[in-house]
C-alpha cells in the first residue's frame, strides 16, 4: 500500500503528462476493444433478425446477395421466382409455412415490402419473438399498408394516412410515384430493432395493382391508368415474388428440401440456410475485422510507448527524488517497484476509461447506427475474449514499466546527489 500510495503521489506531481499519458491509453484501449464490442454486437444484431427459417428460396444467383436483399433488405434482386413455382414448393408435403417476398418499390427511402398475412403469423426474430402491432391491424385488402416502427415514428404518419409509393429504390419522389394508386395506412409495428421497423408492409396484390398498367418498367401515360377503385382482387393476377422464407415440418427434412429446390425443373432456383448465409458473411467479413484489430493493436502499441517515453523520460528529472529515497533506506528493488507500480497504475487507469469510452460511445453512436445502418449494437457486459484484451494491456503496461525501472534501479545512490554539469 505504500508503494501504490507514493505511485499515486508521483503521478500527481506530474499531472499534465500523467493526464495526456491516461488520454492517450484510454483512446487506444477504447479503440481496440470497441472493435471487439462493435463486432459481438453486429453479428448478435444480424443472427437475431431472423428466427425458425430453414430455407430461403429465390432465383439462382449468391446466396450472400439473396440473404441480404431479403432479410436485411440490402442490395436489389435481380431476377424473381414464378408465382406457380412459389405455390408448388409452398404445396411440398416437407414444408410448414411460407412467407412470399415481394420487393422493388419504395416510400421516402424506406424499402415497401409486399406479402400476405402469413408474414405476421410466422415471421420470428430473437429466437422465437413474433411481430406485434402497437396500433391497427394486418394490411388485408389491395391498397392496405403497414408500417415499422421507425418509418411511423420519424415521418410522424398515423392510422388513416394515405400514402403514395414511389417505383424503384430512392429516397426521391415525385418522377416514378404511384400516386395514382394511393394507399391507406391500417398499421403500426411495434419496435423490433430489426429491418423490419424501417420497412412499410403491402399485400402481393397491392404490389400486382401498382403495376398493373405498366408496361416494361414503363409507367402509362396520363389519362389511361386504370382507376385505383376499379381493381378488385379478383382481377389481380400475381406473377412473380422476388423470394419467399419457407419452415419444414422437420428439421432433418431442410437439405433434402434444399435439393429439390436447387434441381427444381421449372425454373433455375435456389435456396439458402439462413445460417450458412451468416457463416460466409462473418468470413467475408473477417479479413476487414483482422485488420482493424491489428491497426487497434499498433495504436495500443503506440500508446504504451508513450507511456514508456514519459516515465523514461521523467528520470532524469528524478533523480533527486530517487536519490533522497535510496537515502532514506528504501532499497533499489523497492524504487523498482515503485516505476512498476507508476507504469501499472497508468494503464488501469487508462483501460477503466477507455472501457467508459466504449460504453458511451455506444449509448451515444447506438440511434445513429440503427438509423443509417440498421445494426443494433446492444449495451451489454464484456465477453471474455474483451477482458483477456484489458488484463493484456495491463501486463504489457507492468511489462514496458520494467525498462524505467530497470533504469532507475541502476542508478548510484552517488548519481542523484552529484551535480551534472
Not at 416502427?149 to 403514395?164: C, D, P, W
Not at 449509448?363 to 445502418?373: A, G, H, K, N, T
Request: aromatic share 8%; glycine share 8%.
Amino acid at each position: 500500500m505504500l508503494l501504490l500510495s507514493l505511485a499515486y503521489r508521483s503521478l500527481k506531481n506530474r499531472k499534465l503528462t500523467s493526464i495526456v499519458t491516461l488520454i492517450s491509453l484510454a483512446l487506444s484501449v477504447s479503440l481496440w476493444v470497441g472493435i471487439e464490442h462493435i463486432r459481438g454486437g453486429a453479428r448478435e444484431s444480424f443472427s437475431n433478425t431472423i428466427s425458425q427459417t430453414d430455407l430461403i428460396v429465390g432465383a439462382r444467383g449468391g446466396a450472400l446477395q439473396l440473404l441480404l436483399y431479403t432479410v436485411f433488405h440490402i442490395g436489389s434482386p435481380t431476377a424473381n421466382v414464378t408465382y406457380e413455382s412459389y405455390e408448388k414448393i409452398k404445396n411440398h408435403k416437407a414444408v410448414a409455412w411460407t412467407i412470399p417476398i415481394s420487393l422493388g418499390d419504395s416510400h421516402r427511402g424506406y424499402r415497401v415490402v409486399g406479402t400476405n398475412e402469413d408474414f405476421y403469423r410466422h415471421y420470428r426474430f430473437r429466437q422465437d419473438r413474433q411481430i406485434e402491432f402497437a396500433q391497427g391491424k394486418a394490411a388485408s385488402e389491395i391498397f392496405d399498408v403497414v408500417l415499422g416502427s421507425e418509418v411511423a415514428e420519424r415521418l410522424g404518419y398515423q392510422l388513416g394516412r394515405r400514402i403514395v409509393v414511389t417505383h424503384g429504390i430512392t429516397g426521391a419522389t415525385g418522377i416514378m410515384d404511384h400516386d395514382d394508386k394511393p394507399f391507406t395506412v391500417v398499421g403500426i409495428l411495434k419496435p423490433t430493432r430489426t429491418p423490419i421497423d424501417r420497412s412499410l408492409y403491402v399485400t402481393l396484390e397491392g404490389i400486382e395493382a401498382m403495376h398493373i398498367d405498366w408496361k416494361q418498367g414503363a409507367p402509362p401515360i396520363k389519362g389511361q391508368e386504370t382507376p385505383a377503385e376499379k381493381i378488385t382482387k379478383e382481377n389481380i393476377k400475381i406473377e412473380s415474388i422476388t423470394a419467399f422464407f419457407l419452415r419444414t415440418k422437420m428439421r432433418v427434412q431442410t437439405l433434402a428440401l434444399q435439393r429439390e429446390v436447387v434441381n427444381f425443373p421449372e425454373e433455375p432456383l435456389m435456396a439458402v440456410v439462413p445460417g450458412v448465409a451468416l457463416s460466409e458473411l462473418w468470413s467475408t467479413l473477417g479479413v476487414v475485422e483482422e485488420v482493424l484489430k491489428v491497426v487497434a493493436l499498433f495504436v495500443v502499441l503506440v500508446g504504451l510507448l508513450g507511456m514508456l517515453m514519459a516515465l523514461y523520460t521523467s528520470l532524469n528529472e528524478r533523480r533527486r527524488e530517487i536519490a533522497i529515497l535510496r537515502a532514506l533506506g528504501v532499497g533499489p528493488w523497492k524504487v523498482t517497484g515503485l516505476l512498476v507500480m507508476e507504469s501499472g497504475l497508468l494503464t488501469f487507469i487508462g483501460a477503466l476509461l477507455g472501457v467508459g469510452v466504449v460504453y458511451s460511445s455506444v449509448l451515444l453512436l447506438q440511434p445513429v447506427i440503427e438509423q443509417f445502418y440498421g445494426l443494433h449494437i446492444p449495451l451489454k457486459p464484456f465477453t471474455a475474449t474483451e477482458y483477456r484484451y484489458l488484463l493484456a494491456v495491463i501486463c504489457a503496461g507492468l511489462i514496458v514499466g520494467l525498462i524505467p525501472a530497470w533504469k532507475a534501479y541502476r542508478n548510484a545512490l552517488s548519481d542523484g546527489l552529484s551535480v551534472r554539469l
